[in-house]
């Protein structure tokens, strides 16, 4: 008894772990973190064509490959934190990764010499003669470039799984926490294409890199602060190696009978263990963990992981070949969210950005459906979510794949607009006789919020959508390759992106191909994205009726009420 009030002594004097507390540091760094990426996101594709002399459709290009890229590796991210490292020190390990690639950029940005001749002064028509950037100058800004996004993948892999986790399963928080962390990304993204645009575009973009440095240090510093109060995940082992064992056992045992009940499976019941019950898709898949026979009828298990597996584990691999068909019917919709980070910012070079006698830089236009999410994600999680769980008795409201489909359907609108603006675009182009004119149209630059604010809500809905569907759906031992998994639907967007933009210019006979987008056939383009959305609807829709969401069990397995109290003594300290 002594043991055990010494033991519950020391357990109050340990500071309470988790709860809204730990996540306001994990608000903080994807605030900060996400100001630096957005603002390049948005504005890097003018750096490239106006700084590193790149064509109009190689700047579009490098940038969504850039993008996807950075999104892509949060796989590697996702797989280091849930096989080796915690999530916190993943964060901190890729922040200071991505904290090298900004400085690089810096430098290249402040020294001339790193840098192509400045193309100034030349006609539309004449662009193609500037000195291109040599291999030195291309090195170093692919290694900077690459640097961030190598970085911002594991940041992006685990920070949100790591907010999730101060959280538990039942909490209405934890649903309530993605909407708040899509809220400290907004203010982040806000400020990134306001003011970090601002100070590229009037004091040069050695400042805005190194106002992002600066950025990426202080929020690494920010989440440190708060180590004493996270709930750290124990890493259980590579959940990738996990699923290729399932996949070698089912197909060794390819032979053997479908098991007919659950008793012939084996499955291990752990203290505090999620436990996944059979489903019934995929059955070939139950083999791997079919109990074998002797010859005498009795039953015989070895253990080792390449000769048999647990049901649990076989139903992790199950989960993440269902969700593969939403990562894929979701991944155009990113494809259009790449071109209002190209081409839409491109059109307002072209364009009247004066607005209440401020002249707003062209990049600083997605401001506009940030604004729109800024306003509605509180409205949306204190108002909408709160009157649908009374109607539904869905703790979120409604589910994940429904809101995802919301998001899609608004998506394939904003194209519709996006095609409808750009014919009113041109068409002011030709009545005022301004077609090669480098002087802006006499059309203000807020005609472009139509599509921006439609396309704001959209996003809104869907990535809260995915990257909470991806974290509750995922097993205890994967939830950073899960979160990671739903960025995966960002980069191959970003790379369909571009080979979107370059079969519609070899098959259209060049829609894209001029470097004045008055003469462009982008109305055409964006009317095509706008079809080919709905057409990607009808296949979500397919898919997510296709889906079974995941059920649990959870095991607590007790000797008695003092053991019980130990038990959660240890796991309070």
Known sequence: MDILRAFNGQAKQEPKRGGIRATLFVYAMEGLENMAFISNAVSLVTYFYGYMNFSLTKSANTLTNFMGTSFLVALF??????TYLSRFKTCVLFGCIELLGYAALTVQAHFHQLRPPPCQGLAISQTTQCQAADRGQAAILFTGLYLVGFGTSGVKAALPSLGAD???ERDSKRSSFFNWFLLSFTVGAIIGVTFIVWISTNQGWDWAFGLCTAAVLVSIMVLSMGKSLYRNNVPKGSPLLRIIQVFVVAIRNRKLPQPGIEDELH???RVHNEILPRTEQFRF???AAIKHSSNNGSTSI????????TVTQVEETKIIIRMLPIILSTVFMNTCLAQLQTFTVQQSTTMNTHVLGIKMPGSSIPVIPLVFMFIFIPIYDCVFVPIARKITGIPTGIRYLQRIGVGLVLSAISMAVAGIVETRRKSVAREHGMVDSLQPLPMNVLWLGYQYSIFGLADMFTFVG???FFYEESSAGMKSLGTA?????????YYLSSVVVDVVNKVSGGWLDNNNLNRDKLDYFYWLLAGMSVVNFGVYLVCASWYRYKKVEVIYKEKNHAEGKQVEMLNAV
């Open 77 to 82: 991210g996702g797989l280091i934190s849930d």
């Open 166 to 168: 101060q959280f538990d």
């Open 267 to 269: 499955e291990v019941a």
């Open 285 to 287: 898949l139950d083999r």
């Open 302 to 309: 070895n253990l080792r992981p390449w000769r048999i597996c």
């Open 466 to 468: 995915l990257i909470q």
């Open 485 to 493: 998994i739903s960025w995966c639907s960002s980069a191959f967007g």
